[in-house]
């Protein structure tokens, strides 16, 4: 192996990576829309006009109840099990969802039939595009635990400052990245597929579902100012994998679309869209697993 750190080697990993995340985010984030305010503010993606933590009121018919903030984030831990759990079952009992999972892990084989995930594969054997410290710092930053720790990290903060606006978005961050994370470990416990390097469980990769589920949802919450340079660094990180001989292709490509779908069915409360259609999963005239778009005028 040799260390390949000329701009070309590097653009030809990172574009189809930064061009699936932009596609995935550009036509799903930009045709959603909130979802509604449900129990304690943890399911609303838009931000609050009551009032602060430090002084938050609860209506209750003609009566208001002081709430102290500690018991507000008492509260917060003791039921975010049940919303992520919550979470999980609306994502999975929706066929839109298996849809969108099936045809990534179809055009993944597609990949692999054609040999052009072979031929990446030797082509990251034969170069390394990133050095030993670029690497490190890009594989620390797309771990699960490090991105679940900072999301929290920027809870308390908001949380200990009273930013109201912060403190819901940092929780919907979290609730994305803990059902990504959960959903991560499944498919790798049910798959548990060989690494190029000789590991195990590398289906689907968790870098690349947990970095594109952070640019997804901070793509619903402040739109391409914070999504664009998220979805840029998860590119940065999936081509990562495939540098350090973690990850095939089809792992990164599922990865990537566990990532979108987890977290934008979070987000959103109207169906999946796609190039401003309606998506249906069904089944094709030669029957094979296909989405269906429906154009409504």
């Not at 550009?26 to 943890?42: D, E, F, I, N």
Request: charged share 20%.
């Amino acid at each position: 192996m040799h260390h390949d750190l000329a701009p070309s080697g590097l653009l030809r990993a990172f574009l189809p990576c930064a061009a699936a995340i932009s596609l995935l985010l550009t036509t799903g984030c930009s045709s959603a829309t909130p979802l509604p305010r449900k129990r304690v503010q943890l399911l609303a993606s838009t931000r609050p006009v009551e009032t602060t933590p430090a002084n938050y009121v609860r209506q209750s018919g003609e009566t208001t109840e002081q709430v102290d903030p500690r018991s507000r984030f008492r509260r917060d831990v003791a039921e975010a099990p049940a919303i992520v759990a919550d979470d999980l079952l609306n994502i999975y009992s929706s066929l839109d969802s298996w849809a969108v999972l099936g045809s990534a892990y179809l055009g993944g084989r597609a990949l692999d039939e054609i040999g052009f995930q072979d031929s990446t594969t030797k082509y990251f054997r034969r170069h390394s595009i990133f050095g030993s410290s670029a690497s490190d710092a890009l594989d620390f930053a797309g771990k699960g635990q490090v991105l679940i720790a900072g999301s929290g990290l920027w809870y308390l903060w908001a949380y200990n400052r009273d930013n109201e606006a912060d403190v819901i978005e940092s929780k919907l961050l979290l609730r994305c990245l803990m059902s990504t994370g959960i959903s991560t470990l499944t498919f790798k416990s049910v798959f548990n597929d060989r690494r190029p390097n000789g590991g195990s469980k590398a289906f689907p990769s968790g870098h690349a579902a947990m970095s594109v589920a952070t640019a997804t949802s901070l793509w619903y919450s402040y739109g391409p100012r914070a999504g664009l340079p998220a979805a840029a660094l998860a590119a940065l990180i999936s081509v990562q994998r495939l540098d350090s001989q973690y990850h095939d292709l089809d792992d990164i490509i599922s990865g990537m679309a566990l990532g979108w779908l987890v977290a934008s069915s979070i987000r959103r409360e109207e169906p999946l869209r796609l190039f401003g259609a309606s998506v249906y999963p069904g089944v094709s005239e030669r029957g094979q697993l296909a989405l269906l778009l429906r154009w409504e005028h």
